[in-house]
């Protein structure tokens, strides 16, 4: 378990170094910020300026060499545009992300293992049927498209949600549903296959020798086993939900890091291009964590090393 | 046995044909007729949405306008224009003369106190000036080109000394924001972007980014309170979900609203269109460099371009009429505009003739079109536009189409690079009513997008943004006017309009400045 | 005496696919107190589907069970409600199933799965341990208080099936059901669990039936033998008069088909030609009659009824007394 931590830590330096030269070498050939931030009517002269303010004048090994030095103590440089720490922008936005990513876990998860139970125990039903047809409009729909039709129904029709901000129960639903549909269409899925294979094993057949009620055969028993395929995809698909928040935040104007990094590429910021990056990359890091943890948890087969 | 086969394809054919409802029922029902609910609402509050936050609400750093819509609330300048820009109104300085060619002095008024007590006066002033022209804080200083220092002369008077003739000091001193001279200081640059303080008609009260930023009116302002008390912008980057706060009655004014949503709006009781000129102009760039596409340094070619393109045609169906039809890239309020000069013709065979005497027949000639939406408003749709009524004159036109990033980095100081293409979508947006930044910034050599080497030009522009008397430059302008027209170094199109959708609760027009003054609103009734 | 357990025309058939399988077709069967029922048959003769259909443990759908009665001490188990057949099985009658590696849950411990059915009746937990304790010693696993926590995958196949079974006792049932509880496992082990089920059924005084394909397991545990074929109870007798005198061909070839140690030289085995049937239809005729030595034109018409050939000794063949018995 020791051994297992260390080797994991080492990896994720090394996965972080990685993603961090990389962002770095990919914002450097896709162009000078210093011509992409200046206004366009500004005059030739302020392209320098702004180059030599920015410190983009340097060698680049020299530039790379104060950016990795600047990560190492956790300094990410200052953004160009707000003129303040790009961590400290992070800061400001990361709440607002994981409240959106938690809400949407909360909202898809329970129902998608809600519907994949019921369409597993009452398979080929109507039931089932709807829940299967509306787990494949849901995947297939892009979660940009159903945000918009959603703004359109629940807010422009229907007046019943504001169509966007930050602050309001009212406000995180439209959006959570948005992010979370897809990934709810997924575990549904998912889970109605699962739990179809573990329904027909041997031990719950063992179980129901056993006159348990079939609420406990389902839950402790079934669920219990069928879980282990889901809490995979729920890994992955975590990925996804902070991915999709980049979309997302920007159609409900969610002042989240999604918004934040979609604004800087826009702005050209490299200090905050870099930062949310990077910042993305340690959740991602996290969350493969919790999921391994999470096997363990759920079944005891599974040992780390 | 058939029944057992056949029932789950049953119930799932039904569970399709349930879905189906659901969709039809969300999508078609019928326009919801919604109360008008405009009754005698107590409009004390206005919020704003627009598609960009601004990053700083420090004036000198806020180039974008999304910044200085919010900035020109809380800061003013020595003077300021009229909402069609047409005119120079007193407002920090009471009254103004050229003192010299070179010297514009200003009278300031008195009494004025910034938001935190501080006097305004002089110091303030040439504080401001000291701030913007220091090269260590790259401040954006464009407009101020010309401008050398601040002269002290005493409290209350101020002179703006230029480096060379500037007739246009008066007008752009609306952009020069007085900044609190201590306070600035004390608070440093950083603090001061998220905590400024001017002389405005609003005080800053809050400022989240990405969130919101609220305005709360300045009981202290020199010119009387504020009609509304509290201004409220938030960022909101998705056209549709903007159009939705403002059908909502969610945002009370709702910016960079799209053509093709106009019918929706207009269709809405609560709410309706405001449009007004705006101060870009977009042009169709042409790449005249040296060692640039050789059939572009034919005046014939570039003229037969002009002729090629309906740009009323484009106006119409692309941009449901809002926009106004230009001649050259001057505006209707530039000084010396001239409106006997008629916008070339659409004209396909005259176009067509010209590049026959030129020496090119159908299919000699092949250019791409570089476009960006975001550059000008439809840009990948004009372009098309545009490279379809090029092939029909024979010319093998394709669209590129670009990432905002993509396109400023091959055309903004792109010109050592040179990797742009033939023709690419721009524009230009002036803060004074002249043509001194558009033509030096795009067609003088020196202009920082300008791809265009012409020194009869070079000397024609210089010689008129020196010149102060006003009707010598009119005739200064006129003349580059029909130069420009003649030379054709770009496709010229209109002046698009700003759209604005404004809730029927207040009363308030745009400037075609595009900033978004508080106190030019009221409530409606 | 009123029958502990006493089945009649049981008739089980499965959508499929192909269409209706008749996996079960008019069994009856019965069991005394503390008797040991032993039911033979190739796989898919349908002998597995009539004790789960007993105990409504058929998957419905695509399983239906389409006629008959199950009365367990009077009281029909086909027709009693979701939750009195709950209150039955693993209570009154205990399952231990084929396969020890797949029967238990993988991610539940040993403890938590052994004292579920005890729960169910409402013993406290407390109680439920210390009774789970004294099962898993009693069918041998030592130091059984540690392994209340451990997970099957700790246990070796053997082991597990000694766990199957200490939860199938730990109720004191009135008849177990062991559904060739030994066929997964190796000979040794399958020894040891045989043995350690005959003690455990003699201490404890319970029926049982044992459903197995191996006529040597019978022969050491039975008191009495059901022969199935094609959902049919083919021959039914006690076991010593079963294999001492047996009338049907089909057990004759099953018997056939067991190599005898007392037998002398290298006797060739005499496996039976063909497959079983996978039958779509009700059988109208005898399902064995295309695979038997003996058929006659009538077994292709009509299907023969069990009947008793001697008291005790019910057999279903037309051709009856079988010519040369002497094959064995």
Known sequence: MGRYVVKRLIQTVFVLFIISTFVFLLLRAVGDPARLMVSPESTLESIDDLRRKLGLDRPLIEQYGSYMYGIIRGDFGNSYTYDRPALELIKMHIGPTL?????????????????????????????????????????????????????????????????????????????ALALGT??????????????????????????????????????????????????????????????????IETIFAWPGIG??????????????????????????????????????????????? | MNVNKGKPRISLLISLVMVGALLLSACGSAASETEAAATTEDVSQVIVVQSADPSTLDPQKAGGSAGGNISFNIFEGLTKQS???????????????????????????????????????????????????????????????????????????????????????????????????????????EEFGQHPIGTGPYKLAEFTPNQRIVLEANDEYWNGRPAIDTLIFRPVAEASTRLAELLTGEADIVLDISPEDIPTVEEDKNVHIEAVDSKRVPYIGMDLLEDGPDFLKDVRVRQALNYAVDVDGIIETILSGYATRLATIYREDFVGFDETL??????????????????????????????????????????????????????????????????????IGGQEAHVGDALWVWNWGSREPDANSPLSGTMQSTGITSYLRDETLDAMIQDASSTVNTDERIAKHKAIQVYIYEQAPAIFLYDAMDIYGVSNKINWTPRRDQYILGSEMSAAE | MEKLLSVQGLETEFRSREGVVHAVNGVS??????????????????????????????????????????????????????????????THINMVFQDPMTSLNPVLTIGRQVTEPLEKIGVGQREAQEQAVKMLEMVGISNARDHL????????????????????????????????????????????????????????GMAMIWITHDLGIIAELADRVAVMYGGLIVEEAAVEELFANPRHPYTIGLLGSLPRLDSAGNRRLTAIDGLPPVLLQKPQACPFAPRCTYVQERCFKENPLL??????????????PLPGKDVL
């Open chain 1, 99 to 175: 409240q959106l990513t938690l809400v949407s876990l909360l909202i898809s998860l329970p129902m998608g293992l809600i519907l994949g139970c019921i369409s597993a125990i009452k398979r080929y039903s109507i039931f089932d049927n709807i829940a299967t047809v509306l787990a494949v409009f849901s995947r297939a729909i892009p979660s940009f498209w159903l945000g918009i039709m959603m703004i359109l129904v629940f807010s422009i029709r229907l007046k019943l949600l504001p169509p966007s901000g930050y602050g309001s129960p009212r406000q995180i639903l439209m959006p």
């Open chain 1, 182 to 247: 897809s990934m709810a269409a997924v575990v549904a899925r998912l889970t109605r296959s699962s739990m179809l294979e573990v329904l027909g094993s041997d031990f719950i057949r063992t179980a129901r020798g056993k006159g348990l009620k079939e609420r406990v055969v389902i839950i402790r028993h079934a669920l219990h086993n069928a879980l282990i395929p889901v809490v995979t995809i729920v890994g992955l698909q975590m990925g996804n939900l902070l991915g999709g928040s980049i979309i």
């Open chain 1, 259 to 305: 918004n934040l990094l979609v604004e800087s590429i826009n702005e050209f910021d490299f200090p905050v291009i870099q930062a949310t990056v990077f910042i993305i990359a340690v959740f991602f890091v996290i969350i493969n964590l919790i999921t391994d943890f999470t096997y363990v948890v759920i079944d005891r087969r599974i040992r780390l090393e």
């Open chain 2, 83 to 189: 909402e069609d820009m047409k005119e120079v109104l007193p407002a920090l300085a009471t009254e103004w003369t050229a003192v010299d060619d070179t010297t514009w002095e200003f009278k300031l008024r008195e009494g004025v106190k910034f938001q935190n007590g501080e006097d305004f006066n002089a110091e303030a002033v040439k504080y401001t000036v000291d701030r913007m022209l220091d090269p260590d804080e790259a401040n954006d200083s464009s407009s101020f080109k010309t401008l050398q220092e601040a002269v002290v002369v005493d409290d209350y008077t101020v002179q703006l000394v230029t480096t060379q003739p500037d007739p246009l000091i008066p007008a752009k001193v609306f952009g020069l924001l007085i900044l609190p001279p201590q306070y600035t200081e004390e608070a440093g640059t």
């Open chain 2, 342 to 411: 008629q916008p070339y013709a659409y004209d396909p065979d005259k176009a067509k003739e010209l590049l026959a005497d030129a020496g090119y027949g159908d299919g000699d000639i092949s250019l791409k079109i570089t476009s960006n939406g975001e550059i000008i408003t439809k840009g990948d749709e004009v372009a098309e536009a545009i490279a379809g009524m090029l092939q029909e004159v024979g010319i093998n036109a394709e669209v590129n189409p670009q990432s905002y990033q993509g396109i400023r980095d091959m055309y």
């Open chain 3, 29 to 90: 069967l019965n069991l005394d107190q503390g008797e040991t029922l032993g039911i033979v048959g190739e796989s898919g003769s349908g002998k597995s589907v009539t004790v789960m259909s007993m105990l409504r443990l058929i998957p419905t759908p695509p399983g239906k069970i389409a006629a008959g009665s199950a009365c367990f001490q009077g009281k029909d188990l086909l027709k009693m409600s979701d939750e009195e057949i709950r209150q039955v099985r693993g």
């Open chain 3, 149 to 204: 926590n451990s997970y099957p995958h700790q246990f070796s196949g053997g082991m597990r099936q000694r766990v199957m079974i200490a939860m199938a006792l730990i109720t004191s049932p009135k008849i177990l059901v062991a559904d060739e509880p030994t066929t997964a496992l190796d000979v040794t082990i399958q020894a040891q669990i045989i043995e350690l089920v005959r003690q455990l059924r003699d201490e404890l």
């Open chain 3, 307 to 320: 009947a008793e050939v001697k008291a005790g000794h019910r057999t279903a063949c037309w051709v009856n």
